[in-house]
């Protein structure tokens, strides 16, 4: 389609989607298509049980062709699912595919309004002629394309983030694998076999942590910090703190050092129950292998040199006091975030008595103890007396599935617990095993029989758990006090070690992670997937994918099998060596600009200069991420954000508000947060008052005053402006504009005696759609409450907006 | 009946967000095995399968025996890991069967109770049957119907054991320990501080919970199953510690409660006007003439800071006003407890703490406050409170009652005797000390805790020295 076709009289195609009964359900389809055929421009309108499906689309490609349409409008699904389906459509039939607009019509229509057929097909006729509208207005974009660097950086040496390096560094790209730990290996490292199938888990993570090290495309970058990331999808700026090991590569991990260090303290690798030097490999498999020095206990301070018995003992002298930081700067195309998980800390569970009791640990600790490599070499000793416990106890769910916990099953630990029960019985059969459960998960592959093979060695599993340890004092030997759940009785049993099997959580430092890589979080702290099925680990971010336990608590293959999933996405986008950047950014309109430079200082990327000397304002493409803020600043209608302009999101307004205006809610969504927040309510099937008519723009900060200013003059009865929490604006910081914006419209508002309560402000993140629900319940309370007087006032206030 | 008219009642019965919350209790039993009433009647009161009954078939709760029986000790409440409270969602049906007329649960319940030492004073303190709107006269009704005082009655046990116990301190804990070795055939004596037996029930419980004459009919019965009652007799004052020993006596019950109040420790503390809440309720249960100011100020915010605030509108203060340093959501009183006091007119004021007592001519006038705000979880889980820079403030006040806390008082006790913060520490399973032959329960053991868990503590003791004294190893391990 040529520019000229384009601008002939738009002939609109609208096809209603029944998505089987999803919609149709409860949205009449037909009448909808039938009202849309009376809408200005609709050449043609049908509705379609499932237009996404082959046949649907065929059926938009003939029409483009038959009827010589050159605008569509697709009343169906999120734009945030099929988008790019319908528009691949459109061009394979000519048709530009920013010629194109969806109406939401099922998220945000009929699954949240499911037991109001009638209102939910009225609102879906608004929606219709909002996209409708829209569409008319629509201008033809090309895309431009970036070239993709070929570099990828992974975040966190786990073995998801090892499996991702690996394998992206086998296909041949370069690595850069960032490790905050003096080495490689993560939790895996830590555990001494592992379920299903009992392997010892260091002797099947060293040779890939060894691989690691040697591959010449993986850069390792351990003992390093992610400071800052800049950039978008292919071009990515990453700003790394290596950090001093005091050891340069010449150590060959002799161990002379440590010998004669004089300072101990207690090893965090085998959590507390060992020791380290302050010079010190975390351990033996440790990859890199080149020690460290912990300057924080080191004797040498500041400069003054206290102690050189490391430097003496050294005979390649590797020691070097004098190292200094070093940041790195790395370009990189994609992202793999791998930061994994903590565990939780069972000491707020008073009753319990960890930290209180010598021989309650936690069933990190036990992998630690029973690890041939560890702190007892090995053997099943209890902490009070280093004597092997006749008796021993796991107390399941500890921290988690709980309000005084976390809410949600950690997924590993049920596994986790068979696992150690049954190491206990091979080694020392005689040893009485308890489980205190309140389910026992075992659903994966050879779980199952792990578990039957646990009761058939002689485990006792007991439904109930404890409520109260108590320890005996001269033994140390622990009483155990709950209920039997299934026999109703009371137990009190006695052992002599008790194990808590603890969940898994998000790391405390995520949100560092979160910022820098502009990621959303589930309510539960893990990192969100851009669907949780069809895009499980990309980020919603471009170019950043998600791999392991820092997505959700799962068992090694999980994480290894994403991690490779991860690997492969970002494999594929590099493989393609360019990306389409989307045709949203600003053109700007010289004669109209005044040269304030408002738009430059609000511009979270830079992307704008104004040049005074020759009278311009560039926009930098390449840098600007389209999100609006600018075109919401400017005061003169200079700046026209395409696919998102003035005209577009006026005429939206103006058709949503073309039958009882009073009685509605416009809400402004941002694209990230606010709008998939209003589609996860949608998927959740939360229901809300069907009068909420939401707009989407890519970001809040593309919300221009004059937008709610007209809504209001409009006779509209609310409007909201909805976008993410503070500081996790997908555009680095462009909310901070909205907020401005909102809070100097209610000023105003309250100088024009409007009542201000008619404009809401929300920050939602994806996952808050219960958020956006009950928003647009309260608003709609407010609504109840509203007078004619007070819109005629609204509407006289902002006349002419 | 048709599903859906059983699935409307019970939306009819229990608001939705609490029948929502409740779902998520997952049947880890921990509530029951925390639960002093599961223990005294078992298996008959189980509150985990109470309360999934109250989800799957409220209707049939409401003529439960069981739904009556919780004593509102929270204990469920601490542990639950959904952070359910029981006796609150128990509450809502006792109310609705009340309404309904449905009272034979109540009235078994009643008979059950008998089953327990102290029932009488229990049911008054512990079961609560005035909050779903039982009169007293009913609650009266019901215990004749149960026939406990007749029942009680069974005159002096015949003592077959020769071996002499001692009780120290004659609160709940201690009677009822006396109560069940003195059944056992065991002589047992009760030393007592007070002119009167009876430990905090007749000290400072304000007498609008428990009648006088509950607390003088209980012991009454004591005594006449042959407990040697003696009071004003302060261990480690009138007779020491050692004395015990070589009078003769082969095992000890310390049950001392905690009558230790806690100091503010600010400017003026000392001053006139201000008084200490355990004896300014002791005062109005001795009938002591007391001069209260116009205005009152309690500082706490537990059950006995709602209790001296009732107690201080009662007799003749214009205005009490309980100034909590958290909020609402944190204050350990019983929630019901604070709401009948807002009731009754006490006045509530969070997130405020006092700095100094202000005096005029060696009275006190009024408090310095400063604001707080409710900072990072604490290791009891709740939100620490910091104060509020220049947030300072102050209130005229003629008298400040102080409530926050009470400790118990160990220093008569040998050295041998371990304890930990400040509290005897035992073995909670049989209430054995660090000192051979000696046992601890109740308030001296918890710190300020509840009349149940002190009856609790009383039994698990008198069990633990019948076996000590017949050469039992004791279950549940030893010290
Ligand atoms: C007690 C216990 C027993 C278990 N037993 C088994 C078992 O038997 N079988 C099984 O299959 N699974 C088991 N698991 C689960 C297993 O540990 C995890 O599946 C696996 O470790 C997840 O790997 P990961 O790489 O995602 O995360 P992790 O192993 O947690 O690794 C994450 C890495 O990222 C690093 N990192 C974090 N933040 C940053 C940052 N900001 N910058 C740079 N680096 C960062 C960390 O230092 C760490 O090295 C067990 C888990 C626990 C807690
Ligand atoms: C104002 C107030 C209201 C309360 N209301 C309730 C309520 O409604 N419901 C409820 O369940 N709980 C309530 N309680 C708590 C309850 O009273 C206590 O938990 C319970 O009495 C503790 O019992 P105890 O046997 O451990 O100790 P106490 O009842 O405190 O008895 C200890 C006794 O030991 C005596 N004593 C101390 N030292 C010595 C010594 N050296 N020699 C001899 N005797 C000594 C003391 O004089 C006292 O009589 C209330 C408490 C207070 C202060
Ligand atoms: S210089 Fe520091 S690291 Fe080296 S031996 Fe001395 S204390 Fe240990
Ligand atoms: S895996 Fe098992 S122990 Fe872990 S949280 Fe889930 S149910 Fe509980
Ligand atoms: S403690 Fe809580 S979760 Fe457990 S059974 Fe009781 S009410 Fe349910
Ligand atoms: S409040 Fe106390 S008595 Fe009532 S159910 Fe809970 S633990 Fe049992």
């Not at chain 1, 569409?135 to 992974?154: G, K």
């Not at chain 1, 503070?726 to 419209?745: F, M, S, W």
Request: proline letters at 5%; a negative charge; glycine letters at 8%.
């Amino acid at each position: 389609m040529t520019e000229k076709e384009a601008e002939e009289a738009p002939r609109i195609g609208v096809y209603v989607c029944h998505c089987g009964l999803n919609i149709a359900g409860t949205v009449n389809c037909e009448a909808v298509a039938r009202f849309a055929a009376t809408l200005p421009n609709v050449a043609i309108s049908k509705d379609d049980r499932y237009t996404c499906s082959d046949q649907g689309q065929e059926l938009i490609k003939n029409d483009i062709k038959e009827h010589n349409l050159n605008r569509v409008v697709v009343a169906s699904c999120s734009p945030r699912l099929h988008e790019s389906t319908f528009r691949k459509a459109c061009e394979d039939a000519g048709l530009n595919k920013y010629l194109f607009e969806m109406a939401n019509i099922r998220e945000q229509c009929s699954w949240v309004h499911i037991h109001d057929k009638e209102a939910a097909t009225e609102k879906a006729k608004d929606l219709v002629r909002a996209a409708v509208a829209k569409v008319a207005l629509l201008e033809p974009a090309i895309e431009t394309e970036v070239p993709i660097t070929r570099n990828a950086l992974v975040i966190g040496g786990g073995v998801a983030g090892i499996q991702s390096a690996l394998d992206l560094a086998d296909t041949g790209y370069k690595v850069y694998l960032v490790e905050k730990e003096p080495s490689i290996g993560g939790r895996m490292a830590q555990i001494d076999k592992t379920f299903p199938t009992m392997d010892c888990s260091i002797c099947i993570l060293a040779p890939k942590m060894s691989d690691v090290g040697h591959h010449p495309n993986i850069v390792l970058l351990a003992n390093s910090e992610v400071q800052e990331v800049k950039g978008y999808i292919g071009n990515f700026k990453a700003k790394v703190l290596k950090k001093p090991r005091y050891v340069t590569d010449e150590c060959s991990a002799c161990n002379d050092c440590t010998e004669v260090c004089p300072v101990t303290v207690p090893n965090e690798f085998d959590i507390g129950l060992a020791t380290r030097r302050a010079i010190y490999t975390p351990f033996a498999q440790a990859v890199p292998s080149t020690y460290i020095i912990d300057r924080g206990i080191c004797l040498n301070k500041e400069g003054i040199m206290a102690c050189d018995k490391c430097i003496q003992a050294c005979e390649r002298k590797a020691i070097d006091f004098d190292m200094e930081p070093e940041p790195l700067e790395l370009e990189v195309g994609t992202i793999i975030v791998a930061t994994g998980a903590e565990v939780y800390d069972p000491s707020s569970l008073t009753n319990y008595g960890y930290t209180r009791y010598q021989n309650v640990i936690t069933s990190l600790e036990f992998e630690r103890l029973i690890n041939a490599g560890g702190p007892s070499g090995g053997n099943l000793i209890r902490p009070s007396d280093r004597k092997i416990p006749e008796s021993v106890a796991f107390i399941q769910c500890v921290g988690s599935r709980s309000e005084r916990g976390n809410p949600y099953c950690s997924n590993v630990c049920c596994m986790n617990t068979i696992k150690d029960s049954l190491l206990i019985k091979e080694h020392w059969p005689d040893v009485e095993i308890h489980v205190f459960y309140v389910d026992i998960r075992a659903f994966g592959k050879g779980f199952e029989d792990l578990y039957t093979r646990a009761k058939e060695e002689g485990v006792i599993f007991t439904r109930g758990l404890p409520a109260e340890i108590v320890e005996d004092r001269k033994t140390h030997n622990l009483w155990l006090i709950g209920e039997n759940t299934l026999q109703k009785e009371l137990y009190k049993i006695n052992v002599g070690m008790t194990i808590l099997s603890i969940g898994i959580q998000p790391c405390h430092d995520s949100d560092t992670i979160q910022r820098l890589c502009t990621l959303s979080r589930t309510l539960d702290g893990f990192f969100m997937e851009a669907h949780p099925k069809l895009r499980p680990v990309d980020a919603p971010t471009g170019g950043i994918f998600l791999a392991g336990c820092a997505e959700s608590p799962k068992d090694i293959k999980d994480s290894v099998t994403q991690a490779s999933a991860a690997a492969a996405r970002a494999g594929i986008l590099m493989a393609q060596g360019k990306v389409s950047v989307e045709a949203i950014t600003p053109k700007t309109i010289p004669e109209n600009c005044q040269l304030c430079g408002l738009c430059a200082r609000v511009c979270p990327y830079n992307a704008i200069a104004v040049d005074k000397e020759r009278k311009l304002v560039e926009v930098a493409e390449a840098a600007c991420a389209g999100c609006g803020t600018c075109g919401a600043e400017c005061q003169f209608e200079a700046l026209h954000m395409r696919h998102f302009t003035d005209a577009q999101i006026m005429s939206q307004i103006d058709a949503l508000v073309e039958e009882a205006p009073d009685e509605k809610i416009i809400a402004f969504c941002c694209n990230w947060c606010a709008y998939a927040g209003a589609d996860f309510a949608g998927v959740s099937r939360m229901q809300y008052p069907p009068n909420v008519r939401i707009i989407r723009t890519m970001c809040s900060g593309r919300v221009s005053p004059k937008f709610v200013e007209h809504a209001l003059s409009r006779g509209v009865g609310a409007v909201l402006v909805a976008g993410c929490h503070p500081g996790d604006c997908h555009y680095i910081n462009a909310n901070i504009q909205t907020r401005k914006r909102v809070e100097k419209l209610w000023k105003k508002m309250d100088r024009l005696g409007v009542d201000k309560n008619r404009l809401q402000l929300l920050w939602a993140s994806a996952a808050e759609g219960e958020k956006v629900a009950s928003k647009a319940k309260e608003m709609q309370a407010t609504l109840k409450k509203l007078t004619p007087e007070e819109v005629e006032k609204g509407k006289q206030a902002f006349a002419g907006s | 009946m048709a599903s859906g008219g059983s699935d409307s009642m019970k939306i009819a019965l229990i608001p939705k967000e609490i029948r929502e919350k409740t779902k998520s209790c997952f049947e880890c039993g921990i509530c029951t095995a925390s639960c002093p009433m599961a223990e005294l009647l078992q298996p008959h009161y189980n509150p985990r399968i109470l309360l999934q009954k109250t989800l799957t078939e409220p209707e049939k709760t409401l003529n439960e025996d069981t739904l009556w029986l919780c004593a509102w000790c929270y204990k469920c409440y601490e542990r639950c890991p959904q952070g359910l409270k029981p006796p609150e969602i128990f509450q809502l049906l006792k109310n609705e069967a009340v309404k309904r007329g449905f009272l034979e649960g109540f009235e078994r319940a009643v008979s059950k109770i008998a089953d327990v030492p102290l029932s009488v004073i229990s049911l008054y303190t512990c079961f609560h049957p005035e909050r779903a709107n039982i009169s007293v006269e009913k609650v009266a009704e019901a215990l004749q119907k149960a026939a406990i005082i007749e029942e009680q009655i069974p005159g002096k046990a015949e003592a077959n054991q020769r071996k002499k116990i001692a009780i120290v301190g004659s609160g709940p804990a201690g009677l009822t320990a006396a109560c069940e070795l003195a059944k056992a055939g065991y002589p047992v004596t009760v030393f007592e501080a007070l002119p009167q037996p009876g430990g905090m029930l007749g000290k400072s419980m304000p007498a609008y919970r428990l009648p006088r004459k509950a607390l003088e009919s209980e012991i009454q019965l004591l005594e006449d199953l042959g407990v040697n009652m003696r009071v004003n007799q302060k261990v480690g004052k009138d007779v020491s510690f050692e004395q015990l020993w070589r009078n003769g006596y082969k095992a000890v019950f310390v049950a001392t409660g905690a009558h230790k109040s806690r100091r503010v420790g600010i400017e003026g503390e000392d001053t006139k006007g201000v008084v200490d809440a355990l004896e300014f309720l002791w005062k109005i249960n001795m009938k002591e003439k007391i001069t209260l100011g116009r205005k009152v100020g309690i500082i706490g915010g537990g059950n006995v800071a709602v209790d001296a605030a009732r107690t201080a509108l009662e007799y003749g203060a214009r205005e009490a006003t309980i100034l909590y340093r958290r909020s609402r959501e944190e204050m350990p009183a019983n929630p019901w407890e604070v709401n009948e006091a807002e009731e009754d007119g006490v006045k509530l004021e969070f997130l405020v703490a006092p700095s100094k007592i202000m005096v005029k001519d060696g009275k006190t006038t009024g408090l310095e406050c400063i604001r707080m705000e409710l900072g990072e979880l604490d290791e009891t889980g709740r939100r620490t409170p910091i104060p509020v820079e220049g947030s300072e403030f102050s209130v005229e006040l003629d008298t400040v009652i102080v409530a926050i806390g009470e400790e118990p008082e160990t220093s008569f006790l040998p050295r041998e005797i371990e304890l930990d913060r400040g509290r005897v520490a035992v073995n909670p399973i049989t209430m054995e000390t660090s000192m051979k032959g000696v046992f601890a329960g109740g308030d001296v053991v918890t710190g300020s805790a509840t009349v149940i868990e002190a009856v609790l503590a009383g039994i698990r003791a008198a069990s633990s020295i019948n076996q000590y004294l017949t050469k039992l190893k004791l279950e549940g391990g030893a010290y």
